[in-house]
């Protein structure tokens, strides 16, 4: 739709120039075919070229010579041509939309959708605003077949994984790349300590508002992306904000502002066993981290009061010392989750004044967790124009600034037996069921330190931990553009743009002094700087060759910079209690808590030239190729230079063939083919050695500080060269049935070569890693788009759309030197890729089996053994996944459901297993006084006679090797519920407003994930590693969020 | 006109195109870390120091787990360790003190320091003797090679020994040359002191030649050789020992042992062995006595007494021995009232809220605080506040090797057997009595008061010297060498472990608790899975509580112990 806009707009100004010889004046009224006027529309004269466009009442005056015709075409319109002297009330036909639906591609490039040979997925604004959401990647989740969204938990702000097309690359990122109105917006994630200390921190698309956004396309396929180079291999988000779409005209000036009120609760909890408390072997073991003790009795069986336990706890607690605790059910886990908040305030502003069409709004977001301590707040503020300056010059750009301050109790990995560093859900989620979390003081008032029902006081309260206890983010972030467009001679354009995107990010980790973990306190700080400078020039040429072809050149070059530093310091055993500031700690470091540097700078450069031509047969066949070439800063010379081709067909069979042609089953066909290929390039500094050094290592016995040099265990690799990505895809669009049926389907494989692999070494090679290049990872996928509309009258509207995503990845070609490569989690329970298996295997320590019959081996003590070797213990990749949306209007009234279903896929679950281990759900709530004989056999093969008990059977095979973490992650969930009513243009009339509507609204209502434990009730959508290639390994990761609540949206 | 505008525009960005390959050149070199070519020779051995403390400190507790000094879960022996427990003992060896001592020692050499070079060869070659002692045959030949050989082969134990012995008597070679260069910049072993040096670096020849005396024939006239050269270490200051310094964090520079047991106020993180304990505090006299002079020093109690043994905290008190034991065997608890709170070897129940009841490390080597019999949890700040020692060789060592070899091999060139057994309990006593002082740690009147005299300690060594005299055969004189040894190699798994595989003692060990059929004693453990995984000319992997899996040195029965 946009071209004919743009040609409506050529042909205006050709008419003014031209506007000379007229002799008459004719005055029409161009209306649609209901009689509505429209706007915008052009009147040209067919011989002069003299034309207009109608006001916003449809109105036209034109001066033209008598007996001349005119040529009127609006947006959306099919094209009539009248004699001047019946132009007097013109009502144009709506045009076939499957021929003239516009999308943004590449570099911005709008281009006909019929004329694309790769699948663009499009997601405008209806769907993305109002959400209870404020993370752009979180509110796509389902929206787009080949798009995998995975959270990393509940927790508001927490990060969020993008995943298009399946994993392409074993080490590098596979996150897509985001495109925010035609500039690179850095959505990456700077983690300051591995997943092991609680990597929940987000990705810096958090910073983008949906709210504020007017469409988002998403680029799959190389195909789509080759423009964007290396950059784009992962695919791209590509975001228009409403500041950035300002080359629309507006008819007024357009005030809307909405306010959203969410809930934010727990999504769901285990259900807690109320018959057995905490303990082993039936023991009235109030103290155990585990609930294998005593059946509850009522009355309730007293023990010593928890805090009557030594004369610490006895000058702290006066009140408990002699007291009993009554042994029973308290119903604590609930009760730790609370009720959060989330408020939304949206305010837009757009308008059009002469030659200036502008946009401007603010967001503000208030996001309040489920736990204490949880929050993300969020201010935008955004500004775009565009101005025609000549009529052949026309300036636009965008300004925004985004201050966001996400804030939560840290989450570090727990294997269920306390956390690695502090995590605020570690423990919470086993609390044995006769412990009163909430009922027992969780501090300690003459030290503040925590203090908890253990008698070593080696758990951390959790409450303790949400007061004393944070991690923090805050970023300040501007970015915008200025582009300014020339247009040398018709169909033919420059344009130069300038992109920039500038944040700080500051970012906290505090725990006061009084904690189990870090009992002397620690806060670290770390202030990041990134800076994207982007440069693009670019030519853009249209011309007809003739009447049947048609051609669209667009070349130019590309240059990107970007710069990271930072600057940190980690200081321990804290001064004054409650005091979070660095002089108020005795001890201070430039290395994070997991020993990483929190001071260094990045720096790098790419730079590319870039060409494309299209070329059009009679508007139903395309054929398209380009290519780019890109050199980066991070290799050597010798391998710095990259060129990567494309090629795509594009078929329209409903406009070529005649007999298709106004068919009454096929409306519209299209048959696409593409090729191409991108590249990826490694992260700075890989390619030549340095030194490592530390100072301060070790303090002497005297004091004197131990300073180190040591070789560096990475090794470098002067010969790296990029990663190779080749991808064909194939795809049909059409619409049948009176276009109530529509499928999109896509089949791609994308083969990944010459990988730029971290190479594990034996470290007796002295080495512990090298990066180089080798392997090879394929995708192929299915991505389908099925919808119909079931009902389609005046009153009633109802579509379906099923949306199916299949992916299967495969490994090869690693050398044979190299057994595999483990590329997330831990070495010896992570992500895997080896020769003949699928991307992302899970290895682990399993359970040892007969050879023969399966059968797990128990050891002379009753339990099963464990295998000395880590062996493939599953695949988290599931077979495919499907969401169905559901779209029920009745006039104003509209009623929207999101269901998912993803079907399969293994995963390590800590939770879960702890939770079983522990004895804490319903699962084990059987009668546990009886003996216990596990299923297996001896070494010998022989039917096992060794008796255990109840609590030796589930807590030490439970605990048992990896695979006993391991389940099927086969889930269903409800997405997303909205109801929304808009009042009636009729009511609204008489009033100020332009439109008033209200909706209703939820997320994760529900979901179930069949093969788990029953009463675990546990979420698969977490992922333990934060952002990363990395997937089906959670650590407790913290339970998902379930948000509902009511938006109410008023235009002016 | 059209096309000339196109044409200038793309010689502009030809030109431009140009220019920025220099760019890209420029940001090629990390701006974080400085060239290889800066290395220092005493930065680098500052590298190496400190990952052989890291080396000594997880083999030491890997051996004093499996010879019952601390406590082993077990429950098995096929189960009681995964590979991956041995990724850091061969990760520190190999890429962290291998690599930096290669890339050191050619460049000490040529800038003439030579007891840099010297400090270099020894802790390598102990890492080495070490490696082959637990894992049996590793790489060595094809190792630390970088890119230029990426799976290493494996080279024989025997043959590794070979090079282990010449690297030592290369670095015995170094610390004799005179005009060397300026000392080191930190010594935390000897304090530059070449001559310790040398002595240490003999002595660890006399430990590995000892290891090797049941399957070289030619060990005891080269044992003979070293003794009569009379340069290996025999007073407490010359004692091999890592001293670790007491400062918390940012660095935590306290023994491990100390960090990781004292850290949090009242809970302390390991157990000890039920079994060590009682052989210190009760075993001589068959009740809990005072005659060891060295238990107030060795260990810590929380709580002196048992009243905080129920059913939930200590629940192997409230259930009979295992019908395995015998009914001398020492378990669950040590005796009396003493509060003397430990594990049982191969107990792998759950673990109960008992941090504030263990028994921990004491004084000595941990630094911790002198059992004054008073009680009290621990806490951060208390006794040798960490400043504790690695005794990686002691003079009682030295001694008691020579008794050893004395009973075994004849060779008599130090003393006879019960005259050198008589020397190490006095060099072992006087040293841990002494210990306080020596790390600057200043006893209380009470606990002065609680201090060995003279008297009592030769109280000690005369009963366990007539229990020497009393014994009957050579095997039962070896039984109570090994284990006075096996007591005052507290602090050394390293030499426990050895020693016992080397000679079966002490012969009352305790078994694994969790069942009569525990599988064959790891005779050495599996390969790490970081070799296992990443070298695929490693071998196949062993299987643990089933084959033995004997070192090249040790050519006992595969039933030899449990």
């Not at chain 1, 408020?343 to 709004?361: I, L, R």
């Not at chain 1, 720096?603 to 070439?629: D, E």
Request: proline share 5%; net charge neutral; hydrophobic share 35%.
């Amino acid at each position: 739709m946009r071209k004919k806009l743009l040609l409506s707009f050529c042909a205006w100004i050709f008419a003014l120039i031209a506007g000379l010889a007229q002799t008459t004046t004719v005055t029409g009224k161009v209306t649609d075919d209901k009689g509505k006027p429209i706007e915008g529309a052009a009147v040209v004269e067919k011989k002069s070229k003299g034309g207009t466009a109608t006001d916003a009442n449809g109105v036209f005056k034109l001066t033209v010579k008598p007996g001349a015709i005119l040529v009127i075409s609006g947006t959306g319109f099919e094209k009539r041509e009248v004699a001047a002297t019946e132009a007097g009330n013109v009502s144009l036909k709506t045009a076939d939309e499957n021929l003239s639906e516009v999308v943004v591609t590449a570099l911005g490039i709008k281009r006909e959708k019929k004329a694309l040979g790769y699948a663009v997925s499009s997601v405008g604004k209806k769907d993305l605003e109002l959400r209870p959401d404020g993370d752009l990647g979180r509110v796509l989740s389902g929206k787009a077949p080949g798009v995998n969204i995975g959270a990393t938990s509940g927790l508001s702000g927490s990060g969020t994984n993008i995943v298009i097309r399946g994993v392409n690359t074993i080490n590098g990122s596979s996150q897509p790349l985001f495109v925010v109105d035609g500039v690179p917006f850095d959505g990456g994630t700077n983690t300051q300590a591995s997943f092991v200390y609680g990597n929940q921190t987000s990705s810096r698309f958090l910073d983008l508002d949906p709210n504020n956004i007017e469409s988002v396309d998403v680029l799959k396929g190389l195909s789509a992306t080759t423009m964007y180079g290396e950059l784009g291999r992962n695919g791209v988000i590509l975001v228009t904000t409403k500041n950035g779409a300002t080359s629309k005209a507006r008819k007024k000036t357009e005030i809307t502002v909405s306010q959203s009120m969410f809930t934010n609760t727990v999504a769901n909890l285990p259900e807690y066993n109320e018959s057995y408390g905490g303990g082993f072997d039936l023991s009235l073991g109030l103290a155990f981290f585990s609930n294998w003790g005593a059946k509850f009795t009522n009355p309730a069986a007293t023990v010593p009061h928890p805090y009557d336990r030594n004369a610490e706890m006895r000058a702290a607690f006066p009140e408990f010392v002699g007291k009993t605790y009554d042994y029973k059910y308290y119903n604590s886990v609930p009760k730790f989750f609370k009720t959060g908040t989330v408020s939304n305030t949206s305010v837009n502003v757009a308008g059009t004044s002469g030659a200036v069409n502008y946009n401007a709004n603010f967001g503000y977001l208030d996001d309040q967790g489920f736990v204490q301590g949880n929050g993300l707040t969020k201010n935008t503020f955004g500004f775009g124009g565009s101005a025609k300056l000549t009529n052949k010059v026309t300036v636009s750009g965008t300004f925004n600034y985004v201050s966001t301050d996400q804030k939560s109790p840290p989450t570090s990995t727990s294997f269920g037996s306390s956390a690695t560093a502090t995590s605020v859900f570690g423990d919470v989620m086993y609390t044995p069921t006769a412990v009163d979390l909430m009922g027992l003081p969780w501090e300690n008032p003459l030290t503040h330190g925590h203090v908890y029902y253990r008698n070593g006081n080696d758990i951390q309260n959790p409450i303790w931990t949400t007061y004393n206890s944070f991690t923090q983010d805050k970023v300040n972030r501007a970015y915008g553009n200025l582009q300014i467009r020339y247009e040398v001679l018709k169909g033919l354009n420059l344009s130069y743009r300038v992109g920039f995107d500038n944040y700080s990010e500051f970012q906290m980790y505090a725990q006061n002094k009084g904690g189990q973990q870090y009992a002397t306190g620690i806060y670290r700080t770390s202030a990041g700087n990134n800076n994207i400078w982007d440069h693009t020039a670019l030519a853009s040429y249209k011309t007809d060759i003739n009447s049947n072809w048609d051609l669209n050149v667009d070349a130019g070059v590309n240059s990107r910079e970007n710069t990271y530093s930072q600057t940190g310091t980690l200081s321990k055993d804290q001064m004054v209690y409650g005091l979070l500031d660095h002089t108020n700690f005795i001890t201070h470091d430039i290395v994070s808590e997991n020993g990483s540097d929190l001071d260094y700078k990045r720096k790098s450069q790419s730079i590319g030239a870039f060409a494309s031509a299209t070329f059009g047969y009679n508007q139903y066949l395309y054929l398209n190729v380009g290519g780019r070439n890109s050199w980066t800063s991070t290799l050597e010379k010798a391998n710095r230079s990259i060129f990567y081709p494309s090629a795509s067909v594009s078929f329209v069979p409903t406009s070529a063939i005649p007999a298709l042609q106004n068919n009454k089953y096929i409306n519209y066909l299209k048959v696409r083919l593409g090729y191409a290929t991108s590249a990826g390039f490694p992260d700075p500094y890989q390619t030549r050695p340095v030194l490592d050094i530390a100072t301060r290592t070790f303090l002497d016995r005297s004091g004197l500080p131990v300073n180190t040099n040591a070789v560096s265990n990475f090794l470098p690799n002067p010969d790296l060269k990029p990663e190779l990505q080749t991808e064909f895809e194939a795809g049909i669009d059409g619409k049948f049935l009176k276009n109530r049926l529509t499928l999109d389907l896509t089949l791609y494989n994308r083969i990944s070569k010459d990988q730029l692999l971290n190479r594990d070494l034996d470290p007796a090679t002295g080495y512990t890693g090298i990066k180089i290049n080798a392997g090879q990872v394929s995708n192929k996928g299915v991505e389908m788009g099925l919808g119909y509309t079931f009902i389609q009258n005046k009153a009633w509207n109802w579509k379906v759309d099923a949306l199916w995503t299949l992916n299967r990845s495969m490994v090869s070609e690693l050398p044979s030197d190299l057994r595999e490569i483990v590329y997330a989690g831990y070495t010896t329970l992570g992500n895997f890729a080896i020769n003949g298996q699928p991307l992302g295997v899970i290895k682990g320590y399993y359970w040892q089996r007969e050879a023969k019959t399966g059968q797990r081996i128990v050891s002379p003590t009753g339990d099963y053994v464990s295998s000395q070797e880590i062996g493939i213990i599953g695949d988290p990749t599931p077979m495919y996944k499907l969401t169905g949306i559901s779209n029920l209007s009745y006039k104003g009234l509209s009623f929207r459901m999101q269901w998912e279903y993803t079907c399969g896929g293994d995963m390590y679950s800590s939770t879960t297993r702890s939770l079983i281990a522990r004895g804490v759900t319903k699962d084990t709530e059987f009668d546990r006084a009886a003996p216990y004989l596990l299923p297996g056999v001896d070494a010998n093969g022989n039917p096992n006679r060794v008796q255990t008990s109840a609590t030796q059977a589930f807590f030490n095979n439970g605990f048992g090797p990896d695979e006993s973490g391991m389940f099927d992650a086969t889930l269903i969930r409800l997405r997303e519920m909205s109801l929304a009513y808009s009042l009636p243009e009729k009511l609204l009339a008489k009033t100020p407003f332009g439109g008033v509507s209200f909706t209703l609204s939820g997320t994760n209502l529900w979901y179930n994930a069949p093969n788990l434990p029953k009463y675990s009730h546990f979420d698969p959508e977490t992922n333990g590693l934060g952002v990363s290639n990395g997937k089906g390994l959670e650590f407790i990761t913290g339970p998902s969020s379930r948000r509902i609540g009511a938006s109410l949206r008023i235009t002016f | 006109m059209r096309y000339s505008k196109f044409f200038i525009c793309l010689a502009l960005l030809a030109t431009t195109l140009g220019a920025c390959n220099k760019k890209l050149d420029s940001l090629l070199d990390s701006p974080n870390a400085p060239s290889p070519a800066t290395a220092d020779v005493d930065l680098s051995l500052n590298q190496i120091q400190l990952s052989f403390r890291g080396f000594y400190g997880t083999a030491s507790t890997l051996g004093a787990e499996l010879s019952r000094q601390q406590s082993w879960f077990g429950p098995i022996y096929a189960n009681g360790y995964s590979p991956g427990t041995f990724d850091g003992l061969w990760g520190t060896a190999y890429s962290s003190i291998f690599v930096n001592a290669d890339q050191m020692i050619p460049v000490a050499q040529s800038q003439k320091k030579f007891v840099q070079s010297g400090i270099a060869k020894v802790l390598k070659a102990y890492t080495l003797g070490t490696l082959v002692d637990e894992f049996g045959d590793i790489p060595y030949t094809e190792a630390v090679q970088g890119a230029a050989n990426t799976n290493p082969k494996i080279d024989k134990g025997a043959d590794v020994y070979v090079k282990v012995l010449a690297l030592l008597d290369d670095a015995i070679a170094d610390f004799n040359k005179t005009g060397a260069g300026a000392a080191p910049t930190n010594d935390l072993f000897f304090g530059g002191s070449a001559t310790n040096w040398r002595k240490a670096a003999k002595s660890l020849k006399l430990k590995f030649l000892m290891n090797t005396r049941l399957v070289d024939a030619s060990a005891s006239a080269k044992i003979a050789a070293l003794i009569t050269e009379n340069d290996l270490v025999t007073t407490d200051a010359q004692d091999f020992n890592f001293k670790y310094g007491s400062n918390n964090s940012s660095p935590d520079s306290r023994h491990p042992k100390y960090a990781g047991n004292y850290n949090v106020n009242g809970q302390v993180g390991e157990y000890l062995s039920t079994y060590f304990m009682d052989l210190v505090v009760k075993e001589k006299t068959g009740t809990v006595s005072t005659l060891d002079p060295r238990r107030r020093y060795y260990f810590y109690r929380q709580n002196t007494n048992y009243a905080n043994v129920n059913e939930t905290t200590l629940t192997c008190a409230f259930v009979a021995n295992p019908p395995h034991y015998p009914s001398t065997m020492p378990f669950c608890l040590v005796g009396g009232n003493s509060g003397y709170w430990g594990r049982d070897h191969g107990d792998n129940s759950g673990t109960p809220p008992d941090g504030a009841f263990r028994t921990t490390y004491g004084v000595y080597p941990a630094g911790g605080e002198f059992d004054a019999s008073t009680g009290g949890v621990v806490k951060q700040v208390m006794g040798g506040r960490g400043a504790g020692v690695d005794p990686i060789w002691n003079s009682s060592f030295t001694y008691f090797v020579e008794a050893e070899a004395a009973l075994k091999l004849g060779v008599t060139a130090g003393g006879t057997a019960r005259a050198l057994l008589s020397k190490a309990l006095y060099a072992s006593i006087n040293k841990v009595v002494g210990f306080p002082a020596s790390i600057g740690y200043s006893l209380s009147a009470s606990q002065q008061a609680l201090v060995p005299t003279t008297a009592q300690i030769d109280t000690y060594v005369n009963f366990v010297l007539a229990q020497y005299d009393a014994a009957t055969t050579d095997d039962a004189r070896l039984n109570i060498i090994m284990k006075e040894y096996y007591i005052a190699a507290w602090g050394n798994g390293v030499e426990t472990y050895n020693s016992y595989r080397r000679t079966g003692k002490p012969d009352n060990i305790q078994l694994v608790v969790t069942t009569a059929s525990p599988g064959v004693f790891l005779r050495s453990f599996t390969y790490p899975s970081v070799y296992m995984n990443r070298n695929l000319n490693a071998p196949t992997q062993k299987t643990p509580g089933v084959a033995a899996n004997k070192v090249f040195w040790d050519n006992n029965p595969d039933n030899f112990i449990k």
